[in-house]
């Protein structure tokens, strides 16, 4: 739980031990057609919301090159390369795309190698700072995965890897092969599914993203939300964010929009500073 005796929030994060990444980022899915298929129905707001984020000081973007597919990869090139210093672009594979809404699990080294590949030609990259697996293949053994992610880090292709929707043996497994500097899995103030993982993690110091990270649907949440936001002027999603960075320090954030008006709000969310009662109460939600 977040700690009741503090409500300072620090805003960065040292991922890997050597990339410094600001807390508050920004999840580039969204910035594709309907079921993250095909390109966005407004182009330009897309490539304004990429531009726009960084001047707000975001300096990680989350994408994959299954967004669109490869759309979300080419838009953030269009938009900001060549990148400014320290800013970090993480990709990630193992994922297929068949129609809209539809992922299937490809993990194999072959389909890994073509994804890896096309996202460094897509983002104009020498090498990925921070390269996630998207999900591990039960049709795959693990091992080969990890001992191929494993072989591009030796390669140089990649400088950091990172896992997404994975358990603590997951984690400790692919520890056996390289450094897991993050891991991406659903959580927010009422979906702690992965407790046990961010715990983990933070006892780590590995960076835990959560993705989904608002609260889904859960009536009782959303009132809490409304409320402490309407003391503190702020909306319930920007509150559901604020919790996520008072709640560990190594969560990095990537809320995903299409739209600049709800990308400056996103942001706005890292200055809310909850009270002990605030954190108190969003806490039993879990």
Not at 6 to 17: C, D, I, Y
Not at 95 to 120: C, F, M, V, Y
Not at 210 to 218: D, F, I, Q, T
């Amino acid at each position: 739980m977040a700690d009741p005796t503090s409500n300072t929030v620090s805003k960065t994060f040292a991922l890997g031990g050597d990339l410094t990444i600001n807390r508050m980022g920004y999840g580039a899915m969204r910035i594709t057609g309907d079921g993250i298929w095909g390109p966005p129905q407004d182009h330009d707001e897309s490539i304004r919301v990429l531009r726009r984020a960084v001047e707000l000081g975001v300096n990680f973007i989350d994408t994959a090159d299954s967004y669109g597919p490869h759309v979300s990869e080419e838009l953030i090139a269009e938009a900001l390369h060549p990148y400014a210093d320290g800013l970090i672009i993480g990709t990630k594979g193992g994922l297929l795309r068949t129609g809209p809404n539809q992922w299937p699990i490809d993990a194999s080294p072959k389909r890994l190698e073509e994804a890896l590949h096309g996202s460094l030609r897509r983002l104009k990259q020498e090498r990925i700072d921070l390269y996630q697996l998207h999900r591990i293949d039960p049709k795959v053994p693990a091992e080969e995965t990890f001992r191929w992610l494993q072989e591009q880090q030796q390669k140089g292709l990649v400088r950091h890897i990172g896992l997404s929707e994975v358990s603590v043996d997951d984690i400790k497994k692919a520890q056996e092969f390289f450094p897991v500097v993050s891991v991406q899995n659903m959580y927010s103030v009422d979906n702690r599914k992965w407790e046990d993982e961010l715990n983990f993690c933070q006892e780590h110091n590995i960076a835990f993203i959560p993705w989904y990270p608002l609260a889904g649907g859960n009536q009782d949440a959303l009132n809490k939300l409304t409320g402490i936001g309407q003391r503190l002027g702020a909306s319930p999603q920007q509150v559901a964010l604020a919790w996520l960075l008072h709640r560990a320090p190594n969560i990095l954030l990537i809320p995903g929009t299409s739209k600049v008006k709800h990308l400056e709000e996103n942001v706005k969310a890292a200055d809310i500073q909850l009270t002990a009662e605030d954190l108190a109460a969003l806490d039993k939600l879990g």
